[in-house]
């Protein structure tokens, strides 16, 4: 079935040895749309620093953590390729310089609890894609003594924050019970504020705040089924008419034999 699955850690945590090196799981590898990848929403992969890439036709994840406080933190790569997309919190920060980038893709909806993408000197990029589905970041943290859904401040800069969803329902700051956060949104510079609706698009398809973009899909209704053509009824064949009886001809009738002389 090309499943992956993690079975739930009797510590909470399963933890790789530190490098250089990228770790990468790839469920559906024969790209049948039938394999995923889960785990435990309450446990984490916790990676030192490296490079982390999950795909499968579904995710369900727990929390996700490649910071690191001596070394740049790692990049998160999750790719859901036919479904949805479920996390907990995800961590790249960097106590010394970059953040990790995140870079989330479903097709059908992503839902994670919070994105801490902030560094010592610069924060990691956050980029979040569904183009059928709603976003959703449910959960909270503390950045500059806000209660914020997504950071990805820095030092030096702030990492850029680039959020498409389908369009289906406008994206509320502050609500995340359908499509939005539950808290701020901020790069270290510029910040949405909770109670910030970005509607649907109506003239334009983008809003934008300094680093931070946000793009509301233009999903179309559907199109209707054509009615069927209805199948033209048989016309009736013509009963065949009855071909005439012949009339017997009348056999004629013997001439007497005349009588003879007497």
């Not at 039938?34 to 992969?45: K, R, W």
């Not at 499968?56 to 859901?80: E, Q, R, W």
């Not at 959020?163 to 808290?183: M, R, Y």
């Not at 054509?226 to 009855?242: S, T």
């Amino acid at each position: 079935t090309n499943n992956i699955t993690v079975e739930p850690l009797s510590d909470g945590q399963l933890t790789f040895a530190g490098g250089s090196g990228s770790v990468q799981f790839t469920a559906d590898a024969d790209g049948d749309s039938s394999g995923s990848f889960s785990m435990s929403g309450s446990d984490t992969l916790s990676l030192n620093g490296r490079n982390l890439s999950i795909s499968g036709a579904s995710l369900s994840l727990g929390s996700i953590d490649t910071s690191s406080s001596t070394t740049a933190g790692g990049n998160v790569t999750l790719s859901a390729t036919t479904s949805t997309l479920n996390a907990n919190v995800l961590l790249t920060y960097s106590g010394v310089g970059a953040a990790g980038d995140v870079m989330l893709s479903a097709p059908s909806g992503i839902s994670v609890s919070a994105i801490d993408a902030r560094g010592a000197r610069s924060g990691g990029n956050v980029e979040i894609s569904t183009p059928y589905g709603n976003i959703q970041v449910t959960g909270t943290f503390s950045s500059l003594g806000v209660p914020t859904s997504i950071a990805t401040g820095g030092s030096i800069r702030g990492g850029n924050i680039t959020l498409s969803h389908g369009g289906l329902n406008p994206l509320i700051v502050g609500d995340a019970s359908v499509n939005g956060t539950e808290g701020a949104i901020t790069n270290g510079t510029d910040s949405i504020a909770v109670t910030t609706v970005i509607l649907l698009p109506q003239t334009t398809d983008r809003y934008t705040l300094g680093g931070i973009s946000i793009t509301p899909g233009t999903v179309s209704a559907p199109e209707p089924e054509p009615e069927p053509e209805p199948e033209p009824e048989p016309e009736p064949e013509p009963e065949p008419e009855p071909e005439p009886e012949p009339e017997p001809e009348p056999e004629p009738e013997p001439e007497p034999e005349p009588e003879p002389e007497p």
